[in-house]
């Protein structure tokens, strides 16, 4: 399915958005009923688990869900949305289309039901979301090793970094300091998969950060 936008303009807010995502999720044919179970929205992209039961006394089969014990099984979706001149988009995938967006908090992936095969798309999609939820937020003053070797815009590279922070106004903003060169770098969260913990340290200021800024005079 590709996008469907909204020309109205109704959908504006994260509530509009929310309420939206809700609608979709809840439906009845002649024998089941779907209905949203837990939604949950990272960056631009709502994750949904839906619920679907049988009205019509008709055990439910599916050649994708094992059925849970009440009789009913739960699904995954990712909506994909974005506004265009104003106005808002969605894309949905179900899970075993093999969705690229991978970020499902953990909390709603433990509502749907298990997989009948673990070579599906869906067991991948599952199994992705979990592999970035288990990427480490790190705290002021730990030392971390990557994975591998990560190379900056400027061409060089660095594997030890420790964690730390500047301020923009009132915002603390994450950043990292170089081992090798005292230099402070941004890191996404997808250059920390596969890093491990060399040191920790808990400190309530930023002691990296004061001297970064000490010995560049600033």
Same mark, same amino acid.
Request: charged share 30%.
């Given at each position: 399915?590709?996008?469907?936008?909204?020309?109205?303009?109704?959908?504006?807010?994260?509530?509009?958005?929310?309420?939206?995502?809700?609608?979709?999720?809840?439906?009845?044919?002649d024998t089941?009923?779907?209905?949203?179970?837990?939604?949950? $929205? @990272?960056? %631009?992209?709502?994750?949904?688990?839906?619920?679907?039961? =049988?009205?019509? #006394?008709?055990?439910?089969?599916?050649?994708?869900?094992?059925?849970?014990?009440?009789?009913s099984?739960?699904?995954?979706?990712?909506?994909?949305?974005?506004?265009?001149?104003?106005?808002?988009?969605?894309?949905?995938?179900?899970?075993?289309?093999?969705?690229?967006?991978?970020?499902?908090?953990?909390?709603?992936?433990?509502?749907?039901?298990?997989?009948?095969?673990?070579?599906?798309?869906?067991?991948?999609?599952?199994?992705?979301?979990r592999?970035?939820?288990?990427i480490?937020?790190?705290?002021?003053?730990? $030392? @971390?090793? %990557?994975?591998?070797?990560?190379?900056?815009?400027?061409? =060089?590279?660095? #594997?030890?970094?420790?964690?730390?922070?500047?301020r923009?106004?009132?915002?603390?903003?994450?950043?990292?300091?170089?081992?090798?060169t005292?230099?402070?770098?941004?890191?996404?969260?997808?250059?920390?998969?596969?890093?491990?913990?060399?040191?920790?340290?808990?400190?309530?200021?930023?002691?990296?950060?004061?001297?970064?800024?000490?010995?560049?005079?600033?």
């Amino acid at each position: 399915m590709g996008w469907l936008f909204y020309t109205d303009r109704r959908i504006q807010t994260y509530a509009d958005e929310k309420a939206e995502i809700t609608r979709l999720c809840t439906f009845e044919t002649d024998t089941r009923r779907t209905t949203l179970v837990k939604v949950s $929205k @990272v960056g %631009l992209t709502w994750y949904a688990a839906a619920k679907v039961e =049988s009205i019509d #006394q008709v055990p439910l089969e599916d050649r994708t869900y094992v059925i849970d014990k009440d009789g009913s099984f739960t699904f995954g979706a990712v909506f994909l949305t974005r506004y265009d001149d104003g106005c808002w988009g969605y894309k949905d995938m179900e899970e075993s289309a093999g969705p690229g967006e991978s970020r499902a908090p953990l909390s709603l992936l433990n509502l749907l039901s298990e997989l009948k095969d673990p070579g599906s798309y869906a067991h991948a999609w599952r199994q992705r979301c979990r592999d970035w939820a288990a990427i480490p937020d790190y705290a002021e003053g730990d $030392k @971390v090793k %990557l994975a591998s070797p990560l190379t900056l815009s400027d061409g =060089s590279t660095c #594997q030890i970094v420790t964690a730390t922070h500047y301020r923009r106004g009132r915002q603390k903003r994450r950043c990292y300091r170089i081992e090798e060169t005292g230099s402070l770098v941004r890191l996404s969260k997808a250059s920390l998969a596969g890093s491990e913990l060399i040191s920790r340290e808990i400190a309530e200021g930023s002691a990296v950060l004061a001297e970064f800024f000490a010995s560049h005079n600033v």
